[in-house]
């Protein structure tokens, strides 16, 4: 597609389930990010994917939380046993490459709702 | 580690007032700063950026100046319009930061007609 695809848009889940968000980066884009952005505050950092090297996940809040990307292309943020905490809009962003200069294009973002 | 700073929001403004939202930051290397903006329902988008010491990023009427000395990289308008309502988040990326984007809190501008 021609921009960052992230789904569902939408997910309320009960405290104590599993969820998966699923984002789907521009192609050819070597560089996926994760984000959470809770009401009221900024971008909080949770994961990065740059080809085939090992994830920078010193974001995870944690570990409940993982998230892989499959062949380079696919990622998938799974968040076990929900907390109400955990509530928050989760954000992915890709990026062509790792110069520092690359501007990261964002999806729209999965909002999701524990109760 | 890197971290961005920004001046907490809401900011009001009257339609055609000047804008500055400040931004400061903390890298141990050379970072490239940006500008990012979402506004209401949308997701976040690139505003501008800057790559050097005293390189001007700009862009729909928006400015931001990269300040080495003072690392600050603030966002002005001369005339804000009230479709510039929108959340602004500065941010940053360097190569000791393992590359990833670090943004600040976000300050949000209501601009009123």
């Known amino acids: 597609g021609a921009g960052v695809s992230q789904s569902p848009s939408n997910k309320v889940t009960e405290k104590g389930k599993d969820v998966e968000l699923r984002c789907d980066p521009i192609?050819?884009?070597?560089?996926l990010y994760w984000y959470r952005q809770s009401l009221g505050q900024g971008l909080e950092f949770l994961i990065y994917?740059?080809?085939?090297?090992?994830?920078?996940k010193s974001g995870l809040p944690s570990d409940r939380f993982s998230a892989e990307r499959t062949g380079g292309s696919v990622s998938t943020l799974t968040i076990q046993r929900t907390q109400q905490e955990d509530s928050a809009v989760y954000l992915c962003?890709?990026?062509?490459?790792?110069?520092?200069?690359?501007?990261?294009?964002f999806g729209q973002g999965t909002r999701l709702t524990v109760v | 580690g890197n971290s961005v700073t920004q001046m907490e929001g809401p900011v009001t403004l009257s339609e055609e007032a000047f804008l500055t939202i400040n931004c400061t930051y903390t890298?141990?290397?050379?970072?490239?700063l940006f500008w990012y903006v979402q506004y209401p329902g949308e997701g976040l988008q690139l505003l501008l950026k800057?790559?050097?010491?005293?390189d001007k990023g700009s862009n729909k009427g928006f400015e931001a100046t990269y300040r080495k000395e003072t690392t600050s990289f603030h966002l002005e308008k001369g005339s804000v319009q009230v479709s510039d309502s929108a959340v602004y988040f500065c941010?940053?990326?360097?190569?000791?930061?393992?590359?990833?984007?670090?943004f600040g809190a976000g300050t949000r501008l209501f601009v009123k007609a």
């Open positions: 962003a890709s990026s062509l490459d790792v110069r520092p200069d690359t501007e990261a294009f």
């Open positions: 192609s050819g884009h070597t560089a």
């Open positions: 994917f740059q080809g085939n090297s090992a994830p920078d």
């Open positions: 890298a141990t290397g050379y970072p490239s």
């Open positions: 800057a790559t050097k010491a005293d």
């Open positions: 941010a940053l990326s360097d190569y000791t930061g393992g590359f990833k984007t670090i």
